[in-house]
Structures are given as C-alpha cells and as structure tokens.
C-alpha cells in the first residue's frame, strides 16, 4: 500500500468498501465528463452536425453500421490485415531479435541500421510502398509488418540479450546441446520481454493499420473514416473512432495482458508493474 | 548527507559528453533551419542589379532563376508581387509592383539567381 | 525493466577525452557506424544496376543524392524540412506547457491518477490520425490541423509520464520540506518537479517519436507543405527519387533530433536529478 498522508487510519469496512467502490469506477469518470461537456455542448453552442454530431447521432449510425453489416465487414477488414502482418512481424522479429541477441558482434554492427529503419518506420513507407504494392491488403501488411517487426525485434534481442549467461552455461556445461539450451533457457529466459513486445507491437500496429487505411484509403475501419468524411458525415467519424479505440482496449486489456500474465507467471518469471503500459 | 563534501565540480553544459552533444545537435539544427536564409541574405547584394539598389517605390523586376521552376518556385515568387508573365523563357518571370521591403526581401532568397529591371 | 517501444536503444557511450589513442577510437566509432550503411547503399545500388528497373519503380542512390542536392540548392528541401521542424517544435513546446501541469495535477491523487490513466490509455488507442478527418472538417487544410493532431499524439505521453514521475515521489520527502518551513512554490520547484523531470523527459522522448510520425502521416493528407507532404506528392508524380530522398532525410532528421538533442536532455537530468532506473 502507498503511504498515504493521512495521519489518523480510519480503516472502518464501509471506508474501504467505499475506497474500493471509488477505485472501480474511477477509469469511467472522464468517458462520463466528456460525455456529459459533449451533450452540453450539443445543446449549448448548437454546432452544425458537422462540427459536432450529437451524441444521438453517432449512436444512431453505430447502431445503423451494425445492423447493416458494415460495420461488421471493416472491423474483419482491418483486424485480418492486423493479424496477418502481425504474425508476419513477430514470427520475423523474434527470429531476428533471437539470433542478434545471441550474438553481441552482430549486434553491435547492425545497430545503426536498426536505429534507422525504426526510425522510419510504419507511414513512411507508404507512398514508396504504394507505388511498388498498390492501394490494397500487400500495402497494409507491409505497413503493419514493418511496426511490429522493429518492435518485437528489439524487446526479443534484448530479452535475449539480459538472460544471464550463467544459466546458459550451467545448462551447456551439463552437456546441453544448442537447441536445448535454447528451448530451456533462453527462450523463456527472455519470454516477458517478447511478451512485452509483441503487446505493445499490435498496439502500434493498429494504430498504423488505422494511418495507412486513412492515407491510402483500402477497405476497413480507416477507409470508413476517410469515406464519411468526403461526405461530411462527421457521426460516422466519431462512431469509427469511438470503435478503433474500443478495439485497441479491448485487444489489449482482454487479449494480450491476460496472455502475457498468464504465460510469464507460469514460467515463474519476474513480472513488473512497467507491463500495465 | 553526512559528510562535508568538497565544492561540486561546476558543470556547465562544455564539460559533459551529453552538453557537447546537444550544442552539436543544436548547431547542426540552427544550421539546417536557417542556413540557406543566412546564405541568402549574405549573397543578397549581388542578386539585385544595381539599378534597383536604391528604389523607393514599387518596381518592375525579371526574377531570373538558373532552373526550371517548379510550381513550388512560381508560388514563392508570385507573393512579391504581381505576377506578369515570363520573359522569353520559363525561368525568367516579370513581377510588376513589387515594393521596396518586398524587393529588398526577393533579394535574399538564395535560390534567385539575378533580378533585373523590366527595361 | 523499460519497454522497448519505437526508440529505446541503449545510448551509445561517451566520447573519450582528446587523446591520441582516444581519437583513433573515435574515427574507429564513426566509421564503425557508417560501415552497415555503406553496405546497405552497395546492396541498393546492386539491385537497381542488376534488376534494371525502370525509374517510376527504383532508382540508383547516385540519382537519389543528385536529385536531393538539386532540391536542396532549390530552397525546396529547406522549406519542407522547415515546415515539419517547427510544426513538432511548437507541438512539443505546447505539449509540455499544457501537459505537465496537467499530470501533476491528476497524478496528485491516487484516484485522479487512475482515473486519467484509462481514459489516456483510450486516447492513445485511438491514433491521432483517425481524427484527422474531423479535425480537417474543424480547422480546414491548414498547419493547424496537422499542429492539433501532433499535439494530440504527443501529449498523452507526457501527461502519462509525468503522473507516474509524481507519483514515485515519496511523500516524505515534501512533508520534510513543508516542515521546515517551505512555501507551495518551494515545494514544486525543489521537490516536485525534479523529482519528475527524468520521467517527464523520458515521457517527452516517447511522445517526440510517436509525435513524428503522426507529423508526417498528418502531413500526407493535408498537403500543406512539410516532408510528409513531399514525399508524399511525389508519389502521384512517380518521382522515385524525391520519395527516397525525403524518407531518408525523414529518418536522418529523426535521428538527429532523438540523439543530439532529446537524449542528451534526457541523460543529463537523470545524471542530475535521477534516481530513475532505465
């Protein structure tokens, strides 16, 4: 428990009912004050439906998305293209993060290298990627691969990197092979940190994934958005918003931290409260 | 804190590796910001034909590039005045009513080769 | 333990004071940084003399070099690099204006802080550039727009990071100055905000990267100038070159800024005020 300033400990059980009630609800309150200062605003200023759609409207066209399929069709859109580059990323990252971490020279003169193409990476390979892939799926996995390769990548050889040596050569000096130690130590050794990175690499990744269905306008959430702004249907940007977030919570909160959890715990591995990020 | 210590080293930003460092990143970022407008007005005065060194009212100018402009460049130059077509070819454009702060400042523009006077 | 996000390498080491063995090992360094690239440009220029392609697919990293030169001698570069530097810059100093303040606030109570931090972890899920289209419809095709989507993608970094710097604070370290007489301003200057400076900075490092690439994506779809609205233009032109070019000085500019000038900050406020473990 922090240390609280609080000099007289009233620890009665409704107090600590009440802090815990406080505590629960604590994350919903800014979603209920910016709600609230949006009807407000609705009613207030009366912007055009453009400016500010009501809150009316955007659950009206959500509702609408739904029931029509669309909404169905682009979130499949964009979450199949997520998955794919994704696997693709993080198959290669941790391959590439594995082997470099395993191997201190390679590292060293490749560094730079990576530092660059991080640098740049995700959006600004769009419009090169654009002309050699064209508008479509190639360009979104590419875009995707590319965010969560450097990702995973770095966390993986860097995990790799921070496995103490000594179990590796506990393990070799008792006559394990190469692939064992491997499999035995190494892998897990740096487990919460792969863990770590492939979490956050479909964090950006989505993320990505959103800019490049904007910028380049394929099927999906993005391309949604970008459509309904060329007719000014500012509802359906908010709704598409309001959803690319809910998605990127939920994938995270529910998906991945429970996997990262469950996995390092299991393993016994240390776990530190830097993973809530 | 228990023991008196000596006199802490005084540290300016010249005796850290990091200090060195971002002066380099800041002169570097000075450079890449200003450098071309720096080079501009330094070489300003053999841009303008002298003619037109001293003019107190609005000027009728050639602005002579040495490449073929962009749209990027036509852009530029129409803001110093009033467009009036080239002058034979593409990369010599007439601007008529150019005053004399915005003449002074077409001058410094380091990509403009000359500026003649419309004879 | 630190999650490597976009920008977390190691820092590379100090220079060694000017001595003749020390400065063989500093041209040793530098070319030891050059020489991956080299090969890389060798591998580039390989593939293009070998595969022949025509100009709108690839071209040679001479014709690259020669056109970037061209532009640069043609003020057009100049201005482009110009328009995005000041776009991040201003971001960047309105971001921490408003920021910081911010996080200290919140980050002041325990359920503040919570209850912030979800709503900042939803924010940031919803990338600035999914609101481009409404803040287009707000503020038009101006640098505004672009100013007001970095801003967004930057600040959530930095209020994050400043709570958690607040909140690492232990308390006695303010109740022992309170106690001794200091005012509230006091209290921020000598407790609080050194306290959180090495968090803060790191916070702001996030959101500079983050805040870098929301630039050039928000830059593509304005077109209001700024290297995102170059490279992106010379797409529909099929000017392969300029593309390149500007990718790799959006890469070179990232760079530059990241470690001449953010992480220098960032080292020298740990080294002073930190305690922070990276």
Same mark, same amino acid.
């Given at each position: 428990m922090s240390v609280q300033a609080s000099p007289i400990a009233t620890t009665s059980s409704t107090r600590r009912a009440l802090d815990r009630l406080t505590w629960t609800i604590a994350p919903g309150v800014p979603f209920v004050i910016v709600l609230l200062i949006w009807i407000a605003a609705t009613d207030i200023l009366q912007p055009s439906k453009e400016t500010l759609p009501p809150v009316s409207d955007v659950l009206w066209s959500i509702k609408e998305l739904a029931l029509s399929g669309q909404l169905a069709t682009n979130v499949v859109a964009s979450l199949y293209r997520l998955l794919l580059g994704s696997i693709l990323g993080i198959i290669t990252g941790l391959i590439g993060g594995v082997i470099v971490g395993l191997n201190r020279k390679l590292a060293e003169s490749l560094n730079p290298i990576v530092v660059f193409f991080n640098a740049i990476s995700g959006i600004v390979w769009l419009p090169l990627m654009i002309t050699w892939l064209g508008i479509g799926t190639a360009l979104a996995v590419f875009l995707i691969w590319n965010t969560v390769f450097f990702i995973v990548f770095q966390n993986a050889a860097l995990g790799v990197q921070l496995v103490p040596e000594v179990y590796e050569q506990s393990v070799r000096a008792l006559g394990g092979g190469r692939w064992h130690t491997m499999r035995t130590v190494i892998l897990p050794g740096a487990l919460p940190y792969i863990l770590t990175g492939v979490r956050t690499g479909l964090g950006f990744g989505w993320r990505a994934l959103i800019a490049a269905e904007l910028v380049g306008a394929a099927t999906g959430l993005g391309t949604m958005i970008f459509d309904a702004a060329e007719y000014h249907r500012s509802d359906i940007i908010v709704a598409g918003c309001l959803i690319i977030g809910v998605i990127a919570i939920a994938m995270d909160r529910w998906l991945l931290l429970p996997i990262e959890r469950r996995t390092v715990r299991r393993w016994g591995l240390v776990a530190d409260a830097e993973k809530e990020r | 804190m228990a023991q008196p210590q000596k006199p802490a080293k005084r540290r300016s930003l010249w005796t850290t590796a990091d200090g060195r460092r971002f002066i380099a990143g800041a002169a570097v970022l000075a450079v890449i910001l200003y450098g071309q407008t720096v080079y501009g007005m330094a070489t300003a005065s053999g841009r303008l034909d002298p003619s037109l060194r001293n003019a107190t009212g609005p000027s009728n100018v050639i602005v002579v590039l040495d490449f073929m402009?962009?749209?990027?460049?036509?852009?530029?130059v129409a803001q110093y005045g009033t467009f009036a077509g080239r002058d034979g070819s593409l990369n010599r454009m007439r601007l008529r009513y150019v005053s004399p702060e915005k003449l002074r400042a077409l001058s410094e523009v380091a990509w403009i080769s000359r500026i003649e006077p419309i004879k | 333990m630190s999650v490597v996000g976009a920008e977390h390498v190691p820092a590379a080491r100090p220079m060694p004071v000017v001595? +003749?063995?020390? !400065?063989?090992?500093?041209?040793?360094? +530098? #070319?030891?940084?050059?020489?991956?690239?080299? #090969?890389? !440009?060798a591998i580039w220029w390989a593939i293009q003399a070998v595969g022949n392609f025509p100009d709108r697919v690839l071209v040679s990293p001479q014709r690259v070099f020669d056109t970037m030169v061209l532009l640069v001698s043609r003020g057009v570069i100049a201005e482009y690099v110009s328009t995005s530097l000041k776009i991040i810059g201003i971001a960047t100093a309105i971001s921490i204006v408003i920021g910081v303040p911010i996080g200290f606030a919140v980050g002041a109570n325990r359920y503040a802080a919570r209850s912030l931090e979800g709503f900042l972890r939803f924010l940031q899920g919803v990338s600035g550039?999914?609101?481009?289209?409404?803040?287009?419809?707000?503020? +038009?095709?101006?640098?505004?727009?672009?100013?007001?989507?970095?801003?967004?993608?930057?600040?959530?970094?930095?209020?994050?990071?400043?709570?958690?710097?607040?909140?690492?604070?232990?308390?006695?370290? +303010?109740?022992?100055?309170?106690?001794?007489g200091a005012s509230r301003l006091r209290l921020i200057t000598d407790v609080y905000l050194p306290g959180a400076l090495p968090s803060i900075v790191v916070g702001l490092r996030l959101g500079m990267g983050y805040g870098w690439r929301a630039l050039i994506a928000a830059e593509m779809l304005v077109r209001q100038g700024g290297l995102g609205d170059l490279i992106f233009g010379a797409r529909t032109s099929g000017q392969i070159d300029r593309i390149i070019g500007g990718m790799i000085i959006i890469g070179t500019l990232y760079l530059l800024i990241d470690r001449l000038l953010v992480q220098p900050i960032e080292n020298l406020t740990i080294a002073r005020w930190g305690v922070l473990r990276k």
């Open positions: - | 402009p962009d749209r990027f460049h036509n852009e530029r | 001595t +003749g063995w020390a !400065v063989a090992a500093r041209q040793l360094r +530098g #070319v030891k940084i050059l020489f991956p690239f080299i #090969v890389l !440009v550039i999914a609101w481009l289209p409404l803040i287009i419809i707000w503020f +038009g095709f101006t640098h505004t727009t672009t100013l007001a989507v970095v801003i967004y993608t930057l600040i959530v970094p930095i209020i994050f990071n400043t709570m958690i710097g607040a909140r690492a604070i232990p308390e006695h370290y +303010g109740l022992a100055l309170r106690s001794l």
